[in-house]
């Protein structure tokens, strides 16, 4: 079955960086759009970044532009998500998840498969 585990959350200093990785298994990756969300506490789950199945066209929420980078290696079932330049509203919760074939944007709705989230926490 179709299965994403999410890894390489921690706690980071603001300014620092992480990179989180979803490995996923029981479906290849080729097809499928991927997209990470996060959900801090007391908010509602936001998209941060998704990358297309076809052609590798990524979006990005305003709040990460030019600080977190999302890339995929099919040949290894994996997607990534660089954060540089951490903030501590970064903190959250982060999932990534899966839809097969293209979803039409980066919106959680859209998305069938999920990870089970690796915390992210920003803090001197």
């Known amino acids: 079955q179709v299965q994403l585990v999410e890894s390489g959350g921690g706690l980071v200093q603001p300014g620092g960086s992480l990179r989180l990785s979803c490995a996923a298994s029981g479906f290849t990756l080729d097809y499928y759009a991927i997209g990470w969300f996060r959900q801090a506490p007391g908010k509602e789950r936001e998209g941060v970044s998704c990358?297309?199945?076809?052609?590798?066209?990524?979006y990005y929420a305003d709040s990460v532009k030019g600080r977190f980078t999302i890339s995929r290696d099919n040949a290894k079932n994996t997607v990534y998500l660089q954060m540089n330049s951490l903030k501590p509203e970064d903190t959250a919760v982060y999932y990534c998840a899966t839809v097969n074939g293209e979803a039409a944007g980066c919106v959680e709705y859209e998305y069938d498969y999920w990870g089970q989230g690796t915390q992210v926490t920003v803090s001197s």
């Open positions: 990358i297309s199945s076809s052609d590798g066209s990524t």
